[in-house]
């Protein structure tokens, strides 16, 4: 059993870190976000020059080989500081399908614009009526000469807006809930037949809406057998949102408790308050639960047998979620009226953790998931 | 013990839910169904309609424009309110300050201000909190100097809700400074369009505009606009933060919102069912219908036991009715956000005049900031962990 760093480990969180220090305290973040992007292209360049945006790549495709450990720790501090960039979607996500799903050739023709941060990523799957199921897949792919054309409307495409690349999953044969039959496919942004509408969301970051009209694609992979892979990488992405989680929370506990030390009421501070004391400690407990399930989470993500990766990942996802229900909702309420506006960094994190908890599946889904794997296997 | 409402008040009953449906204008049922804000002219339009009917102020004596009901009569027409959905009455002029204005001022203050409150011709907002007097609601420092026939006022009120509709506030301001804190209070009715003072919002984490801060910068208030005695601010204070009792559990507002989260439960689609069918969602869904039915019993026990005794003293009860009742809307907004799912993220700006089609169901775009901004219900009002204190002492004896 380890749970320490290895050298290589701490120098990369050192150095996501001292850069979030520098240029991502919580006005600067209001300034990354003020941008025509929604967030900004500087911070963009500073992790491809900190080597992040090549994180999860092979070495032969010009990247770290980082793993489950790496994607936390990034993922962690990303969360304290509420980073607004497009990491999880070009990374994270359009990354994690690349590695897995891409020839060699297409990787070496998308890549490089990835880990320089020329090219972003976004992985356009979900559909209206889709929910959090991975499978209910409705957008369709036909043959089309050398390459597919496809044809459907992809939903809450997370920074679909920003993206010059966009994978999109899509049906070539099968039911609409099946496993089999559904392909991944690599589509330009601007390609002739792709429309696409960006918006905001609630916890400061950008989505879109992309509709396909004969749109021409090339197929990465098995355009029949992509569905072990979209599996894998969600379990992936789920492990890096607890991660980001955790990291909100984390902040979230320090601001609440640096404000018990400071707020006075009745002549005192408000943390002299026994029932304040320990709500904090209440929190302080989540939070470790949570750490907890997120390293789990991280070391599993990549594990070769999908039953119990996913297994650990959903259990992951339903601890995380649940802590940070109650982390931020009593981060809100120890703040009283200031923990309610927009100008104070806790109502942010607050946002974050109930965003995240509506990404990849809520604590319904998993909880199901795992209660049909038969438990958590102990 | 008799559970069932008597004929008379089932005839009461209809009669306001027949009177609601044909005048509650469909653009507004509509808006508060969903869970977003009503501007200040939709809420003026609807007191209007009640004020004219004569059911704009009913919990009011009757010769200041009430309508003389029993306890469970009121109880009823909030009820009906909440479940239309139509607005309820604004509580500054008719909850709060109206009562103190009747029970302690003088026949000027209740001939000039009363009136107008039943149509709300004034727009009241409520100044008591400041930055460093939240909980601690007696350490509040706006000062009022007694020069002439005037007060000079300084300072500054915060979170004051709607203060940028308002025509008046009513403000709490400290006039002896020597004093022990409570006993050194003044309750003052100042008028907003007087020179010194400054609005300033507050933009809440669900994006609203519905909290203020207000400065006072020698603002000078007609000695005439004091209510009651020098000093005795305090007293009025506990009375006005008393005198709501059973609103504060909103278990009217509640029940139309489950109502409405089966309503779109059913349209919602997990897989090849519906949300509503799903087992996890259902217990969850029953759970808080169980605590909300017990929740209505107990408000029901307060009422009757007031019904009885006549309004005493302020009922430590009314601590268990704000502690629950909070916890149920907030559980309310949180089956919501279950039921909406992914489609909680987008953002539609709150601007007027946005016409992009919605992402995802129509209704999706108000959930999360409702979650968001229900937060605020545990808050305010004396907040949960100070309910808490109240009962601990009050009826524990801790
Ligand atoms: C949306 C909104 C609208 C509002 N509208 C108005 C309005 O119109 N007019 C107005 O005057 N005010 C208004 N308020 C103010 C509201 O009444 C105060 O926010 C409330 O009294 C709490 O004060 P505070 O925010 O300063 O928090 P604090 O008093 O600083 O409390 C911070 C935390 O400490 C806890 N705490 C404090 N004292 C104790 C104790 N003794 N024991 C245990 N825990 C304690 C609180 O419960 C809270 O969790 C509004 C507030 C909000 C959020």
């Not at chain 2, 027409?77 to 003088?106: K, Q, R």
């Amino acid at each position: 059993m380890d749970f320490d760093l290895n050298e290589e480990q701490r120098l990369l969180k050192e150095s996501v870190d001292r850069l979030l220090l520098d240029r991502y305290d919580f006005e600067a973040r209001k300034r990354h976000m003020s941008g025509p992007e929604g967030w900004s292209p500087e911070i963009w360049e500073s992790f491809a020059e900190l080597g992040l945006l090549a994180l999860p790549f092979s070495e032969e495709d010009g990247g770290f080989g980082g793993g489950g450990a790496e994607a936390m720790l990034v993922m962690e501090s990303f969360g304290r500081a509420l980073v607004v960039e497009p990491y999880f979607a070009t990374v994270i996500l359009g990354g994690g399908l690349m590695a897995r799903a891409a020839s060699a050739e297409q990787r070496a023709r998308v890549l490089p614009g990835v880990i320089e941060g020329r090219t972003r990523l976004a992985f356009a799957h979900s559909e209206r009526q889709s929910r959090y199921d991975l499978a209910d897949v409705r957008a369709t792919a036909v043959r089309d000469g050398e390459g597919w054309k496809l044809n459907g409307d992809k939903t809450l495409v997370l920074h679909g807006d920003c993206a010059q690349q966009l994978i999109v999953s899509a049906r070539v044969a099968g039911g609409p809930r099946d496993e089999g039959g559904v392909g991944l496919f690599l589509v330009a942004a601007d390609a002739p037949g792709l429309s696409r509408r960006g918006y905001a969301t609630q916890d400061g970051m950008r989505a879109a809406e992309v509709a396909l009209r004969d749109v021409r694609a090339e197929a990465l992979g098995d355009p029949e057998g992509a569905m072990p892979i979209i599996r894998q990488v969600a379990d992936e992405a789920v492990a890096a949102l607890c991660a980001e989680a955790v990291g909100a929370m984390e902040r979230a506990h320090e601001l609440t408790i640096e404000y018990l030390k400071t707020r006075q009421q009745f002549g005192v501070h408000i943390g002299a308050f026994q029932a304040l004391q320990h709500r904090g400690a209440e929190m302080f407990v989540a939070l470790e639960q949570a750490r907890s399930m997120a390293m789990l989470a991280a070391m599993m993500s990549r594990d070769p047998d999908p039953v119990e990766r996913s297994r650990a990942v959903s259990g992951a996802k339903v601890q995380v979620d649940r802590s940070g229900r109650f982390i931020g909702q009593s981060a809100i309420q120890l703040h009283g009226g200031v923990g309610m506006t927009m100008e104070y960094a806790v109502g942010h994190y607050f946002k974050r953790l109930s965003m995240i908890e509506k990404t990849f599946g809520d604590i319904d889904h998993h909880l199901r998931l795992v209660s049909e794997a038969g438990g958590m296997a102990l | 013990m008799e559970l069932a409402f008597t004929k008379e008040e089932l005839a009461f009953r209809d009669e306001v839910r027949a009177f609601i449906d044909a005048n509650l204008p469909a653009r507004i049922r509509d808006k508060l169904r969903d869970g977003r804000h009503l501007s200040k002219e939709e809420i003026v339009e609807w007191t209007r309609i009640l004020h004219k009917k004569g059911w704009s102020v009913p919990k009011w004596p009757v010769e200041y424009g009430g309508c003389d009901w029993t306890p469970i009569q009121q109880y009823i027409f909030s009820e009906e309110l909440a479940a239309a959905p139509a607005p309820e009455p604004l509580p500054f002029g008719y909850s709060m300050v109206g009562p103190v204005i009747y029970t302690f001022g003088n026949e000027a203050q209740k001939k000039r201000f009363l009136p107008r409150i039943a149509d709300l011709s004034d727009w009241w907002c409520q100044g008591f909190s400041e930055p460093g007097a939240g909980s601690d609601l007696a350490s509040l420092k706006t000062r009022a100097v007694r020069e002439g026939d005037h007060y000079v006022v300084n300072g500054q009120k915060t979170w004051t809700t709607l203060a940028q509709h308002a025509d008046w506030i009513f403000c709490l301001v400290r006039t002896d400074p020597e004093a022990k804190k409570q006993l050194g209070i003044s309750f003052l009715l100042i008028d907003m369009k007087t020179p010194g003072i400054t609005v300033r919002p507050i933009q809440t984490i669900d994006g609203g505009h519905e909290i203020n801060e207000v400065f006072f910068d020698d603002v000078r208030v007609p000695a005439e606009n004091l209510v009651g005695e020098e000093n005795r601010g305090w007293d009025y204070a506990k009375f006005l933060l008393s005198n709501e009792r059973v609103g504060i559990a909103r278990v009217g507002a509640s029940k139309a919102r489950i109502r409405r989260i089966k309503e779109l439960a059913a349209l919602e689609r997990i897989g090849e069912g519906r949300v509503i069918d799903d087992p996890r969602f259902r217990a969850k869904l029953t759970e808080v219908e169980i605590e909300l039915k017990a929740l209505e019993m107990t408000q029901l026990r307060v009422l009757a036991s007031e019904a009885r005794n006549g309004k005493g003293k302020p009922n430590p009860a009314s601590s268990v009715l704000k502690i629950k009742g909070s916890e149920i809307q907030q559980a309310v907004t949180e089956l919501l956000m279950d039921v909406v799912g992914p489609y909680a993220l987008p953002r539609a700006p709150q601007e007027d005049g946005w016409n992009e089609p919605p992402v995802g169901p129509d209704w999706a775009d108000a959930v999360a900031p409702s979650y968001f901004n229900t937060r605020k219900v545990s808050i305010y009002g004396g907040s949960n962990e100070i309910q808490k204190n109240i009962i601990a002492k009050a009826i524990l004896g801790l």
